[in-house]
């Protein structure tokens, strides 16, 4: 059995899925080391910078040397390359249909379940013309996955935007297309709107009391900038993202292993691991075997990136009972709420 100097996993969804009590029952291992684990958190929910990214794409960056952080932000352009698209010379954008919902004062920005094929591509096209008219091109993804629509345009656009699943604690104009080109395309996503309110599609869903897919939220740009300096570490993950980050930084990427006990046997010290988002199947295939691994000593340390929180357990089961005796299972109140 070979040794891993230092493990850092990256779960996506992780502590959402968590905060459900059914999740919680099923997930042992990782309510334990949320227990025994010296926990830090990354970002706080006002930190827009981080707004920028999916919440588990930003954790995989904290993973990152600091040096290269900054790569990971042009998100729709490193996964579309990542899927196996050309690069870009001008922009590239995630699209999603969302749903805004009125509120008091302001708008709420919510992620509905995805819709279906039908549905979307009767959106969709009803906004092509709109989109094209503005000098962007509407396009899925080049792998076929499902609900990946990207807008690229041939200009270098300066823009500040942010995923909507971020958990903005702000006013959803704040989190709208911001930077020197943020004006057009905000008016352009107003345009959008308009059109999609009274769509065909939308009432039907209003019908079947389905939130409506009222709104088209544009996110992940950001210029790519030359790379200096790489890595030694061994980054592996099936992720579109980590696969257009890792070419981008000259880092391998290499292909998920089907279980822990192959990941243990790679000789590398340092290691990234990027799991599938479903964590009730990773207990038994990921997390149990890491844990034994630990407790053996076969991982000196392990770092879990759970959204804005970084849990660092050290190897060894003497070291693991002395941090769980000093922590006395601390209360989850501050992560799982």
């Not at 070419?247 to 990234?272: F, K, M, R, T, Y």
Request: aromatic share 6%; hydrophobic share 40%.
């Amino acid at each position: 059995m070979s040794r891993i100097k230092h493990l850092q996993l990256v779960l996506p969804q992780a502590l959402t899925q968590l905060r459900s009590s059914r999740t919680e029952q099923s997930s042992s291992v990782l309510l334990e080391w949320l227990k025994q684990a010296k926990r830090q958190r990354l970002w706080g929910p006002d930190d827009l910078q981080h707004a920028r990214l999916d919440p588990w794409q930003h954790s995989l960056l904290h993973a990152l040397p600091p040096d290269q952080q900054k790569h990971g932000l042009a998100s729709a352009h490193l996964q579309w390359r990542g899927e196996g698209g050309t690069w870009f010379k001008g922009s590239c954008l995630h699209v999603e249909l969302v749903h805004l919902q009125a509120g008091l004062d302001d708008l709420r920005l919510l992620v509905p379940p995805a819709p279906s094929a039908e549905e979307e591509t009767q959106l969709l096209a009803s906004l092509q013309p709109l989109l094209s008219l503005a000098g962007f091109e509407l396009q899925q993804s080049s792998a076929g996955q499902s609900g990946r629509w990207y807008l690229s345009c041939e200009r270098l656009l300066s823009l500040n935007t942010y995923s909507p699943r971020a958990g903005f604690a702000t006013r959803i104009y704040d989190v709208m297309p911001q930077g020197a080109d943020g004006a057009e395309l905000r008016r352009l996503m107003t345009e959008a709107q308009m059109l999609l309110h009274d769509h065909p599609v939308n009432q039907q869903r209003n019908n079947r009391g389905v939130p409506a897919l009222n709104a088209l939220w544009c996110w992940g740009a950001g210029q790519l900038e030359l790379v200096s300096q790489t890595t030694t570490q061994r980054v592996l993950s099936n992720e579109a993202y980590v696969q257009g980050l890792c070419e981008h930084l000259h880092i391998s990427c290499w292909p998920l292993p089907p279980h822990a006990e192959a990941l243990l046997g790679i000789d590398a010290e340092q290691v990234l691991l990027v799991l599938p988002a479903d964590l009730a199947t990773l207990e038994s295939i990921w997390l149990q075997p890491l844990q034994t691994a630990l407790l053996r000593g076969d991982i000196e340390q392990l770092d879990v990136h759970l959204d804005h929180w970084r849990l660092r357990i050290q190897g060894g089961r003497w070291r693991q009972l002395r941090r769980f005796m000093s922590r006395n299972r601390s209360d989850l109140t501050d992560i799982l709420s």
